[in-house]
Structure formats: structure tokens, C-alpha cells
């Protein structure tokens, strides 16, 4: 009898932890295949996502140069041609810088000779309402 109580203890605790291994495997694996597919998932995403950050930053790049070309005047004007504007040989831009405007105020300040026109009506109309 004490044999059979043996026995059916060591059999009570046999059981248990084949029980929790097995139920461990079962939970390791099921749980592994789910969390490798997310993984392989989330691991394409980072991939086109890199994609995606090389693709931006080439554009980047030629926008930048394109932002540089427009200082100089040869290249303009290539760029110009490039999108169909003037003829071989015409020249499409030209790049002269404008002269400073003096202000009114100092126009009107300024002591200025009389010219052929003032002259002119003077000499028409006379000097001083004369």
C-alpha cells in the first residue's frame, strides 16, 4: 500500500509538471509565431520606410542644387531652355542690377538748374509774370 501511495504521488507530480512544461511549450510557441510574423511585418515597414528616407533626401539634394544654379547665369539660362523658354541663340535672361532710386524728398531738396523747357515757356511767358 505504501508502495501505491508512492506511486500515485510521484504520479500526481509526473503529471503536474508534464502539464506546466507542455502548457509552457504551447504558450512559448504559439505566442513565438505570432510575435515573428509582427516582427517580419514590422521589420518590412522599416525597410520601405528607409526606402521612402533615401528617396526624400535625393530629391532634397537635387532641389539643392537647383537652388544653387539660379546664382549663376549661365546655368539659369540652360534651366530656362530646359523647360521650353527662348530660342538657340536668344538670349532669355539678362542680369543687370538696376540704379539706386534717389528718394523724393531728397529730389525736391536739391538745388536743381533750370531746363530748356523752363526756359522755353520763360522765354514765352516772361520772367516773373512780366
Known amino acids: ?13 509526473k503529471v503536474f509538471v508534464l502539464g506546466l512544461a507542455f502548457m509552457s511549450l504551447f504558450f512559448v510557441f504559439d505566442t513565438w509565431e505570432g510575435s515573428f510574423n509582427q516582427y517580419k ?23 539643392t542644387q537647383q537652388i544653387a544654379n539660379l ?5 539659369v539660362d540652360l534651366i530656362l531652355r530646359e523647360n521650353g523658354y527662348g530660342k538657340p541663340g536668344e538670349t532669355i535672361d539678362v542680369f543687370e542690377v538696376p540704379e539706386p532710386v534717389t528718394p523724393l524728398d531728397e529730389q525736391f531738396q536739391s538745388d536743381r538748374g533750370k531746363s530748356f523747357i523752363e526756359y522755353f515757356v520763360e522765354f514765352i511767358v516772361g520772367t516773373n509774370g512780366e
Open 1 to 13: 500500500m505504501e508502495k501505491l501511495k508512492l506511486f500515485k504521488g510521484n504520479l500526481t507530480v
Open 41 to 63: 511585418t514590422l521589420e518590412n515597414q522599416f525597410k520601405n520606410r528607409i526606402q521612402d528616407i533615401n528617396e526624400l533626401k535625393g530629391e532634397i539634394e537635387v532641389l
Open 71 to 75: 546664382d549663376d547665369p549661365e546655368k
